[in-house]
């Protein structure tokens, strides 16, 4: 999977607690903690709305191998 360049202005406030949580070793980089986020959101999000189900659990695994339906 090749990674594309995404920028994002966001509020210092939370651009410190992104760093506080990487400083902290939850995370290895911002950039693993924003992509996790991103793709927790999604996953949900769509999960929500019922477009992921039984069936297309192969759509999900692609985007969060760990996660558990």
């Known amino acids: 999977m090749s990674l594309e360049i995404l920028t994002v202005k966001m509020a210092e406030e939370l651009l410190e607690r992104i760093d506080r949580l990487v400083r902290d070793g939850?995370?290895?980089?911002?950039?693993?903690?924003?992509?996790?986020?991103?793709?927790?959101?999604?996953?949900?999000?769509?999960?929500?709305?019922?477009?992921?189900?039984?069936?297309?659990?192969?759509?999900?695994?692609?985007?969060?191998?760990n996660y558990v339906v």
């Open 26 to 65: 939850y995370y290895p980089s911002r950039s693993e903690l924003i992509r996790t986020a991103i793709r927790d959101l999604i996953i949900e999000e769509l999960g929500s709305y019922g477009v992921y189900k039984k069936t297309q659990n192969v759509e999900i695994q692609s985007l969060a191998p």
